[in-house]
């Protein structure tokens, strides 16, 4: 255990770099650029060799879940260390990784924070992006120091606790969860625009027909011509009661 | 506005478009950047709403492989800072009007971020070309990869906000109405939240059952 957290500190230059090695990203080789940095920063601070990894390969491609990346950071130490192919997992577990992580962070987690953040901006407006930038964050930075830690600890066998803590579940709960909170605010959407009748049927008639529509229009046009066919009907809807 | 103002506006923009390529801290998300735009210039429930609603277009795409997603983060930016400096009136149709022209100026500036990665892809061919590989150069490209994009933020954000400014200043408001506007945002809002529930994972009736259920836990709670 001291072993790996005395990896964990001596790596820790290394895992804040993490946070910016997407920042060349490219469609010749996605984050490959930033991946061999981060790969010769920590072979030089754990004097490993970097095995083909090492030659002249930024151009490689790679490409996995932003968050994920240190996973692969800490299989690689481990290999390295004890003299393994180093460069062979690198696109089976950077593809598996990047599913994971794409599913769970991007799909799930940004609409439950989003949500839960809604709910805070109801009571205090000022913490909500607070509250956002927070939990988000915890995931993301629990993940790039746990990740290593795991990653060196685990080394290839890393996916077996994946599917210990079925993490590929996580997402199906974060969703049922946003759902939840996304009922939550439909109601208080309908409290909103019912003013001070708490059983206003009119109002209810409206939002339930907007949402049906959103839910529908969803599968033939994407999300920026729903809002801007959205934003007509809107403003249609605004002149008629005018006149 | 004052220059404290002007000189967060300049940053926030550059983070921004920084974040979305090379940090992921969520500083980029249009919720987030309209609070602080809000907090700012006093205005912050309109401004949550405002990137709550750009904050969809985001939540409905995957950044999965060579996929980059609409630049949601200049929507949340331009819209709060319209409302903000006034060019979108709190009670007439323009809030409509902007919104329409903001998501219609998220493809070009989306086409920008398109052409940064073209750039990065340009810079690390010249290196591989010149047979550079070491950690200085890797390290020159990231850092030259996250001034791009700060940059880009910066120069390409605030010049859309301004043509939108532009335009919304020269239509001068035929619209006029005694109407709140906010009435309409939610209803564009819980139009948004219908695509989302499409794009969520699950059975459709065990969602239903869920939003029901959150449904009537905040109405008796809240």
């Known amino acids: 255990m001291d072993n790996i957290m005395k990896r964990l ?14 920042a060349n990203w ?4 996605m984050q490959g650029t930033g991946f061999s940095w981060l790969l010769k920063d920590l072979s030089k601070r754990f004097n490993i060799g970097l095995g083909n990894i090492g030659s002249n390969k930024r151009a490689d491609y790679f490409n996995t879940n932003p968050y994920f990346v240190t996973f692969m950071l800490g ?83 890393v996916i077996d606790l994946f599917r210990t803590v079925s993490f590929a579940n996580w997402s199906d709960i974060a969703d ?14 309908i409290k909103y625009i019912s003013n001070s009748d708490p059983i206003n049927s009119v109002a209810i008639f409206k939002t339930a027909i907007f949402f049906i529509v959103g839910f529908v229009t969803s599968k033939y046009i994407n999300a920026p011509f729903t809002l801007i066919a959205g934003a007509i009907i809107v403003t249609a809807i605004m002149l008629l009661q005018n006149i | ?19 979305r390529v090379g940090i992921n801290m969520m500083l980029s998300r249009p919720i987030v950047i309209s609070s602080i ?16 609603i750009f904050e969809f277009i985001g939540m409905l795409e995957v950044p999965v492989g060579t996929v980059i997603l609409k630049d949601d983060s200049f929507a949340g930016y331009s819209s709060s800072v319209l ?21 219609l100026m ?46 880009r933020g910066v120069i390409i954000y605030n010049l859309a906000t301004l043509l939108i400014f532009l335009t919304l200043y020269n239509i001068d408001y035929f619209t006029k109405t005694e109407v709140s506007p906010i009435y309409y945002l939610v209803l564009l809002f819980i139009l948004l939240m219908g695509c989302l529930f499409r794009f969520l994972n699950g059975e459709l009736f065990i969602k239903l059952i869920f939003l029901v259920v959150g449904f009537a836990a905040s109405w008796i709670i809240l």
């Open chain 1, 9 to 22: 500190f001596k790596a820790l230059p290394t895992l804040i770099r993490s946070i910016f090695y997407q």
């Open chain 1, 26 to 29: 490219n469609i010749e080789n």
């Open chain 1, 75 to 157: 299989m690689f130490l481990k290999e390295a260390e004890s003299g393994q192919a180093v460069d062979e997992y690198k696109s089976t577990y950077a593809s598996v990784f990047g599913a994971l992580g794409d599913s769970f962070f991007w799909h799930s987690l940004r609409p439950l924070t989003f949500f839960l953040s809604l709910f805070i901006a109801l009571y205090e407006p000022m913490f909500a992006m607070f509250f956002y930038l927070i939990f988000f964050n915890i995931f993301n930075i629990g993940f790039k120091f746990l990740g290593f830690y795991l990653g060196y600890n685990y080394g290839t066998n």
């Open chain 1, 176 to 189: 049922m969860a946003s759902i939840f909170f996304m009922g939550g605010t439909f109601a208080l959407a």
């Open chain 2, 1 to 19: 506005m004052s220059l404290q103002q002007g000189i967060l506006l300049f940053f926030l923009s550059g983070f921004a478009s920084l974040d």
């Open chain 2, 37 to 52: 735009i809000g907090i700012t210039f006093d205005q912050i429930l309109i401004c949550i709403l405002l990137g709550a």
């Open chain 2, 83 to 103: 409302i903000s400096l006034g060019a979108i009136s709190h009670n007439n149709l323009s809030i409509l009007l902007a919104i329409i022209l903001v998501t």
């Open chain 2, 106 to 151: 998220i493809y070009p500036v989306t086409l920008t971020d398109i052409y940064c990665r073209k750039f990065n892809k340009l810079m690390i061919t010249r290196a591989f070309n010149e047979n550079k590989s070491n950690e200085n150069s890797d390290s020159f490209l990231i850092r030259i990869g996250l001034l791009v994009s700060f940059i």
